[in-house]
């Protein structure tokens, strides 16, 4: 039981390029969400999707598309990269298990920089 | 609009001290909290959920313990130890799947 993976670990990107990070979770969750971590801000989040094929907008969604590919696999997809977007990436999942209501679990992480 | 804040940012402890992580919440009608660890360079890890019919949680040597009315919560620490040193994060949620996140404490605990 692998829980919450992501692809890859590292990434660096010159501006304008494109990418894909991917994200998997073998823990038959409904809901899968994307974050950005930067210092002094927290996490935020990008998009998240409550049941496969359904997506929304978070609180940064700008620069950024998502694709809920099956119940499993939810990918984040930067179209045009801008050195604004360097950031650690976090992708999550939640759903019921027992009495644990929306408990969310995360990945380790995609960590990318935009020159 | 729902806030959550973190009070220390930082926080130096010696070993074997007890400690307490705050965590406050802008809005009361909260459906459940969690609390994170994040070690450097790594993800999330979900250390205790509390719903809001709940007024604490506990695993092993954490206690978390929520207030609603005063907008609060609580992490308890008993007899901290090094492997404890990370950032802890609280998150409250609103009866949706969102989470908002505090911007965390950063604990270090030093033999």
């Known amino acids: 039981n692998a829980g919450v993976t992501q692809t890859p670990k590292f990434q660096v990107l010159k501006t304008g390029q494109s990418m894909t990070l991917q994200c998997a979770q073998d823990?038959?969750?409904?809901?899968m969400y994307w974050y950005r971590q930067d210092p002094g801000m927290g996490l935020r989040l990008i998009y998240y999707?409550?049941?496969?094929?359904?997506?929304d907008k978070g609180e940064v969604p700008n620069g950024y598309n998502v694709s809920r590919l099956n119940k499993r696999e939810f990918s984040l997809r930067l179209e045009s990269a801008a050195p604004s977007q360097t950031s650690v990436y976090f992708c999550?999942?939640?759903?019921?298990?027992?009495?644990?209501?929306?408990?969310?679990?995360f990945g380790p992480g995609t960590r990318l920089t935009v020159t | 609009k729902q806030e959550v804040t973190q009070i220390p940012a930082a926080l130096s402890v010696p070993e074997g001290e007890n400690l307490v992580l705050n965590c406050s919440f802008t809005?009361?009608?909260?459906?459940?909290l969690q609390w994170f660890r994040q070690d450097p360079g790594k993800g999330l890890t979900s250390l205790l959920l509390?719903?809001?019919?709940?007024r604490e949680q506990t695993s092993g040597r954490l206690n978390a313990s929520l207030d609603k009315s005063s907008g609060r919560s609580t992490l308890y620490i008993a007899a901290s130890q090094p492997g404890d040193s990370a950032t802890y994060l609280c998150?409250?949620?609103?009866?949706?799947?969102?989470?908002?996140f505090g911007t965390g404490t950063r604990l270090q605990v030093f033999p």
């Open positions: 999550a999942s939640s759903g019921l298990q027992g009495t644990s209501f929306y408990e969310q679990y």
């Open positions: 823990m038959n969750h409904n809901s």
């Open positions: 999707s409550a049941s496969e094929g359904t997506t």
């Open positions: 809005d009361s009608a909260i459906y459940n």
């Open positions: 509390i719903q809001s019919s709940q």
């Open positions: 998150a409250s949620n609103y009866n949706t799947d969102k989470l908002i």
